[in-house]
């Protein structure tokens, strides 16, 4: 028995539009989509090539949760994108020339080549920087969010993690506080059936994460992760609730990892059907699919915005490779914060 609410799909382009998406929003969210995929697609070759150390982290399959939810912020709202969210970070503005940076390591990514290949955030673009314990981040959501209502600004804060995650106790903490003091958060739970490999029916008892929501006292909903327009619309409510004074809202997208947890996993724990089940409904076909169907966007206009996205990434693959690496005199630079740097220095 489920207390969430179930979301209904995306439904055709005249739905779209009631949502507040025009055909020129809906064409750039598959621009959107395809950057992103691109993107991990030559990271993946970057890594095969020697070129990025440690291991490898994609979100393929989580495209549509990624940009769908990004794309509902607002420009002075925050978030907290994990591993699987590169398409957050797109959205919000990182070029993807840096991200390649990123992964291997370069002076012109995020972090400056100061920490894990899927470990950046853009302060400056309203997105935090993950650390390998996932829900880590969502009581720091949770504190951005409650300085939001201190300080009576209309801003918004976007807390990710995962079912893996869910069974941990920052989860919990962080949404009864959020709960109590009503706070601008939306908590955004990407279930991917698995736990690295261990599947829903090991982690949880509840037909769905977004019951859970209703013991705190906040709404849980439950959307088809794969349907972006769906996503969107669900996020856009949810955002714009919390900025109205509406509380939390826990949003459990339901989608799925289309390969292993990273590069060094098979994935051969999912049963071989499953993962055929899922590229059914692989989130950019089946977005392609609906814009053929729905809004008029036929083979040529696909391949054209699919051709030049694939040049502009060729191109910031290129402008990636020539950023140097940093130097190892400025390690430790930006670690440290400098007591007369600060604004209210605590020695004064």
Request: charge should be negative.
């Amino acid at each position: 028995m489920t207390s969430a609410r179930e979301a209904e799909p995306g439904g055709s382009l005249s739905e779209a539009q009631a949502a507040g998406l025009d055909r020129e929003d809906l064409l750039d969210i598959y621009r959107l989509m395809l950057v992103t995929r691109g993107i991990e697609e030559r990271g993946q070759l970057l890594y095969k090539q020697g070129k990025i150390p440690g291991s490898f982290y994609t979100g393929r399959g989580n495209e549509g949760s990624a940009v769908g939810v990004a794309r509902a912020m607002g420009p002075d709202d925050v978030g907290t994108p994990l591993h699987r969210h590169v398409g957050v970070h797109v959205v919000r503005g990182v070029e993807p020339w840096r991200i390649f940076a990123q992964f291997m390591g370069r002076q012109d990514g995020p972090t400056r080549g100061r920490d894990g290949n899927v470990h950046f955030g853009d302060l400056a673009l309203g997105t935090i920087a993950l650390s390998s314990h996932l829900p880590s981040t969502m009581p720091v959501a949770v504190g951005c969010a409650l300085a939001f209502r201190i300080q009576q600004q209309p801003r918004v804060a976007v807390a990710w993690y995962g079912d893996g995650s869910a069974q941990r106790g920052d989860v919990h903490e962080s949404m009864n506080l959020a709960a109590v003091r009503q706070l601008p958060v939306v908590f955004v739970c990407d279930n991917n059936h698995y736990a690295y490999s261990t599947p829903n029916r090991l982690e949880y008892a509840v037909e769905h994460l977004a019951d859970r929501a209703a013991a705190y006292g906040f709404e849980g909903v439950v959307v088809d992760g794969t349907d972006v327009v769906a996503v969107h619309r669900e996020a856009r409510r949810a955002i714009e609730k919390a900025r109205a004074g509406g509380g939390p809202t826990l949003l459990e997208s339901v989608t799925m990892r289309l390969e292993g947890h990273a590069v060094h996993d098979d994935a051969s724990y999912v049963p071989h059907e499953l993962l055929a089940e899922y590229a059914k409904n692989d989130p950019v076909d089946r977005f392609r699919r609906w814009l053929a169907a729905e809004a008029g966007v036929g083979e040529d206009e696909q391949q054209a915005l699919a051709a030049a996205v694939r040049h502009a990434l060729d191109e910031a693959l290129h402008r990636a490779e020539a950023s140097p690496l940093p130097d190892p005199a400025t390690l430790l630079d930006g670690v440290y914060a400098l007591p007369d740097a600060l604004d209210a220095p605590h020695h004064r």
